[in-house]
């Protein structure tokens, strides 16, 4: 279910229609337009190259979580203090992530779904659970690799931060999934590795705060593999590193009309989600996302 992310062609078990060889990087197929320069700037060497100092030249791209486990907990199961405890209580299942799997759930057809820009495979997990046959991918190799391990059972206990400079050693708090329905891959969300028409929901959680000037290209080639009356739920608190400008475009309305123009049609928004990452037990970080979820027509 792989395609060229070059020529467009099919992909048989890690071939390029030329015959080449996609590499590989511990078993997962790195599926970008030029994987041997991706992975010299962004694998393992560049790792140990880039040993945390800022060049150019290598890139180690993180895994964007404050930790593994508590991106995949509820709000009420997040700690916290007094009233701001009682607030994570009161939100009780609700953020981004379950209210995109509820309109994923009740509106997308049945058939594959695709977690684009995993992080830590939150989502990707929602998908499997739901009895989804599941894709996932991220641009950094090191949260596609974590995502195998924690959600495939390869690891059994983690550690999240307690007090600062402190962690606590804590076990993986969801069963393994069975390896077989979900199927990873390092790949390039503006360039993504799958043939058109080829999925019945495709999330994107959070990755177009990331993106910058690539965002229009990441909803266009999310649209195109989507099934016809495929689903698109999109969740992004608008938390872009682009510096602010006076007078600017509402970014709500932007994601409108770039899914209007890309013919999907909002069957339901939630404007004010709220998505709490716990940093540290005195640490939060509360944002309030923007769901949404559009259809592809079925014509
Ligand atoms: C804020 S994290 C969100 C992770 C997860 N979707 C969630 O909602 O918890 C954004 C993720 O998008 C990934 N990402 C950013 N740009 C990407 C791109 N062009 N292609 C694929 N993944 C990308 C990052 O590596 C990161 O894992």
Sequence with gaps: MFVCPVTGGRLSSGLSP???????LDGIPVLVPDPDRFLARHGPGA?????????????????????????????????????????LGELGDRCPDAV??????????????????????GMSRRMVTANRLTWAFDISPRAVLLTRDLLGGGITETQVPTHRGGLQRVRVPFAPIDSRTLTLCIADA???????????????????????????????????????????????PYDTDEPPVLDAVAPENELRETLGGLGLSIIDEDEHV?????????????????CVAARRPTY
């Excluded at 290598?58 to 700690?79: F, K, Q, S």
């Excluded at 995109?100 to 495979?121: F, I, M, S, T």
């Excluded at 940093?279 to 923007?290: A, C």
């Design 190 to 236: 503006s360039q993504p590795p799958f043939p058109e028409n080829a999925f019945a929901w495709i999330h994107l959680g959070n990755v177009l705060d990331m993106a910058d000037d690539k965002s229009a290209g990441i909803l266009l080639a999310a649209s195109a593999m989507l099934l016809p009356g495929g689903l698109l739920t999109v969740s992004t």
């Design 18 to 24: 030329e015959g080449r060889q996609y590499p590989a």
């Design 274 to 290: 709220p998505w709490v990452i716990r940093e540290y037990d005195r640490g939060f970080r509360v944002m309030f996302s923007h």
């Design 100 to 121: 995109c799997a509820a309109w994923g759930r009740d509106l997308a057809p049945h058939g594959r779904a695709l977690d684009v820009g995993c992080g830590v495979g």
């Design 47 to 87: 790792w140990d190259l880039a040993g945390g100092l800022p060049t150019a030249r290598y890139e180690d791209l993180p895994i964007d979580a404050p930790d593994a486990v508590t991106p995949h907990l509820p709000p009420r199961a997040l700690g916290g203090r007094g009233g701001f405890a009682k607030w």
